[in-house]
């Protein structure tokens, strides 16, 4: 019914400005306008064009001005700090760009408007000004790498000895969480040995996943380096932590890690924010499925001692599931490698070469 | 300006035409006159070149507004998240679930309306229509290289099309993993509906479209190269000519790479094969694949995917070259820094494709590598836009239609160019990526100025497609409408991704760190709708016109390139006598003592002792 008015609407439409056109054409006909077209209408959109700059540009810093901190997540790490100070500078940068290319493209249209009787400045071609103009920027992009080039090189360099690690693990549509508990070493896990009970897949025969925990929330303490490591176990996700200024993609089947340092606390974030109901919170960034705007996670950051307090009262998933663990025990299933495909092939290729001797 | 390559005499250069003519046109002499062609092979399986460019651009005008409603669509549940949609259902059916849209819908939607806009209007649709329309008309050739490939490369582009269309009406759904097709998520029908026929639809269709591309590739180049008429030395070419040859360049060095990642993907999908697949349980179950990588995909598809985009810009950048230069009744400024920088996007174009991937995991040192060659990609851009602005100084214009389109292209593409700065810094892509912050970027830079290129041909071209004048009045309403429209959707898009909101969301309410903007939304989405609307304005008018319109004369715009010197329809073979013979630069606007404000490219030097330029005297 409604898609029918929609119709009608658009052929009502269609039909006045069919009228209009015509009764356009006949009174430029009559007005004899109709073959001279270098007329009023030339003046008119030469005017719109500066109209539309200072309208444009007025409306531009209003609007921007006026959502300026809406669009400033607060930051909370020290890299985010940095990032956010380039962020800003080459900001700058391309606002005084665009403020003069804009400037100069709009007031140029209106003020070399068609004039009776004045010709165009007949002007092919200068070298020194195309040198000068691809030079120059030059400089700037080269300035701008460097800063760049020196701020990413920090990010995404080996993190630090004394950095706590966990893993963050995507999944249609929530992500899993693990930490490696007291040996701080993160256990194997499997896919394969994925199943309800065990949504990670740990494998409980090596050693150092018997300590392991997940948890729902993820807890990080304040001021430490933070070493995160990232993966998925069906499509590609992304941990997207704005306040954080952290990004990177949970791949399935090669693991990534991203490090940072937290340098506010959920709830100093709170007062800051003088909102009571602040999180930080991780958003997936990587289209994943049919709840991929709604898959997300809770990071809360502690005070390190309050996180080393709730660290050890974590208790580990093998002791949480003495099941898991005695099917294990009672299996003796052999230890599944990382990568079957390439680990499964060599013994069987020194078997094969050793029958051959 | 080319001082080479000029025919050195009026006597040589008069006797070429026949050379050329005899080389190209004998075959084509024998159909002058014979109107009694099968109406199937005149209108539908034609081979003559400006058919197949009106086909490629009603096509492309077909799938914009395929494209666009899709867009508005999900603008209205961007815009009001709890609104009841209920109303949408007599179209929408099934996927309006008790009031609310289909989530998955949704992802399918946005997948849709990004390959529908990337590669069927602004790839087809641009360069299809004009690279075909002006390459024979502007280097002087009677027909493309080969007509008949020409006429296989719509039919591929149409078959392609018909499997996309198609696909849109499956029980499953259309494809829903976004334009950028990334596995395991397309891979695996149990991730998303779309990935099941949907997805399989939309790999047959494209790998159909990049055989059209191909086809079409060849021709252009071929026929640049080899069609020329005497005199059209490679520096006499207009700037439409040089982007439409690097874009078939470009097109054909890249478009074989995603072919072979749509085998791939088509193989692990169908064949069990793990090119891109590992470790994955899913649907309750290990599946089997070991050993692939997602990230290989990416490498493959953005291969492509980077050069597309300077694919879709480039011929609009031609186009808009030669719009300016014409209604600034002025030559285009620096003809041969224009080139280099073409050539220069080209050459980078096929270096930078890692910079859509800097947060995968890939090794940091590339991330570096990709940085670098991104920000450099980013100076012959600029070199470009102030050539732009050096040929509107001091020029005398003429505001046509094409004209503020082509002004417009200039904002957009600054808008969007400059963001690209931001983007290509890895460092600060770590916050940007997948955000707005992006879509504003690509939109700005690539989707509306490309489309305000596509506008400047149209309505430029239009009296030499179809004999008629466009209405210029409402050419004038149809663009302020657009750009302020374009401008209030993606200005405040950019705040949004700054603020950090991920794209491809169907809703923001699950966070508290994304609460903020929901007025902003609501004020983009009536934006949006209201750009969608302008554009029935064009529609109408572009349809009137070709019925209805003011009859066009010969050269209307006083313009100096090779096809106003045709018949104000040309027929079969361009030129009902010889071809003309080309003597000078595209670009003679406003010479000094030339009576008239241009001298087309066929006058020879001898005609225009007046205004001969010290150099051009011996060619006299
Ligand atoms: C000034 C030069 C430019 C630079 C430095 C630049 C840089 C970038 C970067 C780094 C990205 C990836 C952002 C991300 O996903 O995180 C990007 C995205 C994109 N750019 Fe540009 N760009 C430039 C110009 C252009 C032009 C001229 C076009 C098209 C005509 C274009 C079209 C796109 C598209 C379509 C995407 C997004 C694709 C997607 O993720 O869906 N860019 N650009
Ligand atoms: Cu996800
Ligand atoms: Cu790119």
């Known amino acids: 019914m409604i898609a029918l008015g929609i119709l009608l609407a658009l052929v009502l439409l269609l039909v006045v400005f069919g009228l209009l056109f015509r009764l356009q054409i006949l009174t430029s006909i009559f007005s004899g306008s109709y073959v001279r077209q270098i007329g009023l209408s030339n003046r008119v959109n030469a005017i719109l064009m500066l109209v539309f700059l200072v309208v444009g540009m007025a409306a531009f810093a209003y609007s921007f001005i006026d959502s300026f901190d809406k669009m400033n997540p607060p930051i909370a790490s020290v890299h985010g700090l940095h990032t956010e100070r380039l962020f800003w500078t080459t900001m700058i940068i391309i606002g005084i760009v665009f403020v003069l290319t804009q400037v100069a493209l709009f007031v140029y249209s209106y003020k070399y408007q068609y004039r009776e009787g004045r010709r165009a400045f007949f002007y092919s071609h200068n070298n020194k000004i195309e040198v000068i103009w691809t030079v120059i920027p030059a400089i700037v992009m080269s300035g701008l790498i460097f800063g760049g080039w020196k701020e990413w090189t920090n990010i995404m360099g080996p993190a630090p000895k004394e950095a706590v690690e966990l893993e963050v693990m995507g999944k249609q549509f929530n992500f899993l969480v693990r930490y490696p508990g007291r040996d701080n070493k993160l256990g194997r896990i499997n896919f394969r040995l994925i199943d309800a009970g065990n949504d990670f897949g740990f494998d409980l025969n090596d050693q150092k996943a018997l300590d392991d925990f997940t948890t729902t929330e993820i807890h990080i303490p304040k001021g430490v380096p933070v070493l995160m490591h990232i993966r998925s176990r069906d499509v590609l996700h992304a941990v997207y932590a704005p306040h954080f200024r952290v990004q990177m993609y949970a791949v399935p089947g090669m693991p990534t890690k991203f490090w940072f340092i937290p340098t506010k606390s959920t709830d100093e974030m709170r007062a800051q924010t003088g909102n009571p109901n602040f999180n930080y919170e991780i958003a997936c960034n990587q289209i994943c499925g049919k709840s991929h705007y709604a898959m997300k996670a809770t990071i809360i950051v502690d005070e390190p001692d309050d996180y080393v307090a709730w660290y050890s009262q974590q208790k580990s998933f093998a002791e949480q599931n003495p099941d898991i663990l005695a099917a294990f025990k009672n299996k003796k299933t052999p230890v599944i490698e990382e990568v079957p495909a390439a680990t499964s092939a060599a013994p069987a290729a020194t078997e094969k070469a050793q029958a051959a001797l | 300006m080319a001082a080479t390559n000029i025919p050195t005499g009026g006597a040589h250069a008069q006797e070429a035409p026949h050379v050329q003519h005899h080389a190209t046109g004998d075959h084509h002499d024998e159909h002058h006159d014979h109107h009694d062609q099968h109406w199937l092979s005149k209108y539908v399986f034609s081979q003559d070149h400006k058919w197949i460019a009106k086909q490629f651009l009603i096509s492309g005008i077909a799938w914009a507004f395929i494209g666009a409603t899709l867009s508005t669509l999900f603008r209205i549940q961007l815009g009001w998240p709890d609104a009841n949609l209920s109303w949408l259902e007599p179209i929408l059916g099934r996927w309006i679930d008790a009031g609310k849209l289909n989530p998955e819908f949704y ?51 149409f078959l392609a099309g018909i499997v996309m269309f198609i696909s849109l009406f499956l029980e499953t759904g259309p494809a829903a993993a976004g334009w950028t097709i990334y596995p395991p998520l397309s891979a695996l029908p149990q991730a998303i509906p779309g990935s099941g026929t949907g997805q399989t639809m939309w790999l047959v269709s494209m790998a159909l479209f990049i055989v059209s ?4 590739g060849v021709n252009y180049i071929t026929t640049v190269i080899n069609l ?196 290509g810094n890895a460092a600060l892509d770590i916050q940007m990526h997948n955000t707005y912050f992006v879509v504003a970027h690509f939109h700005l830079v690539m989707g509306s100025s490309a489309f305000f290129g596509m506008f400047a041909g149209v309505y430029h071209w239009f009296p030499k497609m179809f004999g008629r004048m466009m209405d210029e009045k409402l050419g004038y309403v149809h663009f302020w409408l657009t750009i302020l429209a374009a401008y209030l959707v993606f200005i405040p898009m950019h705040y949004v991704g700054i603020a950090g909101f991920p794209r491809r969301y169907y809703a923001y309410t699950a966070y508290e760190t994304f609460n903020q903007f929901g007025n902003l939304n609501t004020f983009i989405s009536i934006a949006a709708i209201m750009a969608f609307f302008a554009q029935f304005i064009f529609l109408f008018n572009f349809v009137y016109s070709i019925f209805r319109g003011r009859r066009a004369t010969e050269n209307p715009w006083g313009s100096t390139t090779l096809e106003w010197t045709t018949p104000i329809e040309p027929g079969h073979g361009n030129w009902p006598g010889a071809i003309p013979a080309v003597y000078r630069w595209p670009y003679d606007y406003s010479k000094p003592g030339a009576p008239e404000d241009f001298i087309p490219q066929h006058v020879p030097y001898s005609q225009t002792v007046s205004s001969n330029l010290p150099y051009e005297k011996e060619m006299e």
């Open chain 2, 107 to 157: 992802l399918a939607l946005v997948t849709m309306h990004g390959t529908i806009m990337v590669f069927f209007v602004l790839t087809a649709g641009l360069s299809g229509t004009f690279s075909n329309f002006l390459i024979p008309l502007q280097v002087g050739a009677r027909d493309m290289a080969s007509g008949f490939m020409n006429m296989l490369s719509f039919w591929f582009f």
């Open chain 2, 213 to 216: 591309q191909l086809l079409g």
């Open chain 2, 228 to 423: 020329r008429t005497a005199g059209m030395s490679m520096a006499k070419l207009p700037l439409t000519i040089w982007s439409f040859f690097l874009t078939a360049i470009l097109g054909l060095l890249s478009f074989p790479v995603l072919f072979s990642a749509a085998l791939l993907l088509i193989f692990d999908r169908s064949f069990g094969t793990s090119f891109f697949l590992s470790d994955i349980y899913i649907g309750g179950e290990a599946l089997n694949h070991v050993g692939g990588s997602p990230i290989l995909f990416q490498h493959l598809f953005w291969f492509l995917g980077h050069p597309e985009v300077y694919i879709v810009i480039m011929p609009a950048m031609g186009i808009v070259s030669e719009v300016l230069a014409t209604n600034a009744r002025k030559p285009i400024f620096g003809y041969r820094a224009m080139i280099g920088s073409l050539i220069g996007i080209s050459l980078l174009s096929f270096v930078v494709w890692a910079h859509h991937m800097f947060v995968t995991g890939m090794n940091p040192f590339l991330g570096s590598v990709f940085m670098f060659l991104t920000l450099i990609i980013a100076v012959p851009s600029a070199v470009k836009t102030f050539n732009w602005l050096a040929t509107l100084w001091r020029g005398n214009i003429r505001f046509t239609s094409a004209m503020l389109f082509a002004i417009g292209f200039v904002s957009l593409f600054v808008s969007g160019g400059l963001t690209g700065i931001i983007l």
